[in-house]
C-alpha cells in the first residue's frame, strides 16, 4: 500500500513561473492522462501517481526553462539552485563511485569506452579510469565541463545530441540524471543507439520505493521540485529498461555515502566543523539498475 502524502499548498507561497512556462504531460512510462492519486505539491508543482503506477511531476516546468538552469554556472555552487557546493561533496561521491566500480568489476562490465551522461565534475569517470580505456562524459553546465575537462579524456558540452552518430561505448552510466529526463523512454532508446553490441546502461536515481521516502514523507528531500519530474523505485526502472529494449535487466547494488554536515542541511540544520565532516552510509537512498543492448546489430533498431 502507498504511504499516505501530504500536501504543501499550507506552505508560505513563493515566486513562481508564468503559467506559460507550465505544462501539464502524460505519464512518462505509459503516455496516458490518468492519474490515480496526488501526492506532494509545491505549488505549482505536484507530483502525481498514474494508474499504471508510476510517479512523475505535474504540471511541471517546461523542458526549455529546466534546461536554462542546468546551464547556469551555479548550478553546482550556488545556493537555491542545483547544489549548494557539489565539490564539498567530493569525498563522499568518490567513495560512493568507488564502490559502485567495484561492483562493475566483479560483474564483467568494464573495460573500453565508458561515457557519462551529467558527469559534472568528472569525478565518477576518473575514479574510472582504471577500469576504462576511454573516459568520455557530457554535461550542460559550461563551468562543470570544465572542471570534468582536467580529469577525463574528453567532455562535450550539451547531451547526447552531442554525440557522433556512429561513436559506440561500453557502458554508459547516467548516476542521478534520469530523474531530470522529461521522455525517459525515448533517452534510454537514444542512448541504446550509441552502445556497442552487448554494451552496458547503468541507471541510478532516488529510491521512491525505499524507506526513506515513507519515512520522511512530504519533506524527503529527493522530490526535489522542479528539477526532479519522474520517480522511480526498482520495479518501475527495470519497467523503463525494458521499454528501451535492453535485455539481462537487473539490479546493481549502490552504498550511498554521505557527510554528516549533508544529511544535516536536508534536515534543515548546521553541522560545521569536524564533525560535519564524518561519512556515513545510507542504504535505501538510491536505486540501481543495468540493462544490456542486444549482441546482434539487427536488434538495435526501434
Partial sequence: MTPALHDRASD???????????EHPPCPLCGEHKVAMCGVAEPPYQAVRCQCGFWYLTPRLAEGAMAETYRDDRYFEGEGL????????EPTLRRTFRHLLRTLRRRGMTGGRVLEVGCAYGFFLEEARQDFDRTEGTDF??????????????VRLGGLEQLGADERFDLV???????????????????????????WLILAT???GGFWRSLFGRRWPFYKMPEHV????????????????????APLPYASYFSLSLVAEKLGFRLPGAPGRLQI????????MAGRAPAEPSERSV
Fill in 141 to 154: 553546465s559550461r563551468a562543470a565541463a570544465a572542471e570534468a575537462a582536467e580529469r577525463i579524456d574528453r
Fill in 173 to 199: 552510466a547516467c548516476i542521478h540524471v534520469i530523474e531530470h529526463v522529461y521522455d525517459p523512454v525515448a533517452f534510454v532508446r537514444q542512448i541504446r543507439k550509441h552502445l556497442a553490441p552487448g554494451g
Fill in 12 to 22: 508560505p507561497p513563493t515566486t513562481g513561473p508564468s503559467p506559460s512556462d507550465l
Fill in 281 to 288: 552510509r545510507l542504504p535505501a537512498t538510491t536505486v540501481a
Fill in 82 to 89: 542545483g547544489y549548494s557546493s557539489y565539490l564539498a561533496q
Fill in 230 to 249: 519522474t520517480y522511480f523505485d526498482r520495479r518501475s526502472l527495470a519497467r523503463l529498461l525494458g521499454l528501451g529494449g535492453y535485455l539481462d535487466i
Fill in 206 to 208: 532516488p529510491d521512491m
